[in-house]
């Protein structure tokens, strides 16, 4: 019976591990390498560490008359080299754009990421750019789907230029409690729960959704911007799903994060 007893409670104290573990895989899809090269976008690769010593890898896009600077996350799936279309797309925004891979994404190391991995990442991209001489009072934060969560974490307590937040949610339970009721809330917990943060941001918002969105529906991000503090503002880009926003907003998407971004220039 002590062998019972022992393989028990190796069992209890193993399996919340064993959970979060498999929780993570599920979160995190990352595709090694890199699927667009930076040169066809006007970006060159750029190497930064995370303050755990991972070595990141990411991407900058200069804009051709810099008025702010931008850290984009992007979300859960492929890597930075996806996003580069978008990045150019800002870019020509007037925004330099610092675009991460993550930990164990695209050219970075191959390192399992985790919560508090991709945290550290993002806080690595703010360190980069402050490394360059930019202020935060000069940095917008980026954050796509899950690139969202990370971006709200980053920007909490910073007196950073602005905070965007596309297709993103209250916390991971809540994106669950959508498909599945609340059966798993109390195994994933506080995971990245935006909700419990968003409050402490001390920057303008502006949250961009799709109303078609199957993944993280309009409700979530509404959710989420409820609970932000002012000054906020919610965009609807009607017709749109999870991964078509920029494409079905068009150009009328662009204009609205222009005017934003307007607003948020550092007077001269």
């Known amino acids: 019976m002590k062998g019972v007893g022992a393989a028990l409670l190796l069992l209890a104290l193993t399996a919340p591990l064993l959970a979060m573990s498999l929780l993570d895989r599920m979160i995190f899809q990352p ?9 066809g976008f006007g970006a060159a690769p750029v190497t930064l560490h995370a303050e755990d010593g991972v070595r990141l890898h990411a991407y900058f896009v200069p804009a051709k008359e ?3 600077s931008l850290l984009f996350l992007h979300g859960n799936a492929g890597n930075a080299s996806h996003r580069l279309p978008n990045a150019a797309l800002l ?3 007037g925004v330099d754009v610092l675009l ?4 164990g994404y695209g050219l970075s190391d191959r390192v399992s990421p985790d919560e508090a991995g991709v945290y550290a990442d ?4 703010l360190s ?8 935060d009072s000069e940095i917008v934060v980026f954050g796509r789907s899950l690139g969202g969560a990370i971006a709200v974490d980053v920007a909490r307590g910073r ?3 602005g905070l965007i937040l596309e297709s993103t949610f209250p916390s991971v339970a809540d994106v669950s409690s959508s498909f599945w009721g609340v059966a798993l809330r109390s195994w994933l917990g506080k995971k990245f729960a935006s909700i ?4 402490e941001v001390r920057c303008p918002i502006l949250f961009v959704h799709g109303d078609r969105d199957r993944l993280i529906r309009i409700g979530l991000g509404r959710r989420l911007y409820e609970a932000a503090p002012e000054p906020k503002a919610f965009e609807t880009v009607s017709g749109a799903g999870h991964n078509d926003v920029v494409q079905v907003g068009g150009a009328a998407y662009v204009e609205r994060l222009r005017a934003f971004l307007d607003r948020l220039e550092p007077a001269a």
């Open 66 to 68: 810099r008025r702010l």
């Open 100 to 103: 991460l891979d993550y930990r």
């Open 159 to 161: 007196e950073l230029a």
């Open 128 to 135: 980069w750019l402050a490394g360059r001489g930019v202020p």
């Open 122 to 125: 993002g806080r690595a991209g």
């Open 31 to 39: 595709t090694p390498g890199e699927a667009l090269r930076p040169e």
């Open 196 to 199: 419990d943060k968003i409050g």
């Open 91 to 93: 870019a020509e925004l």
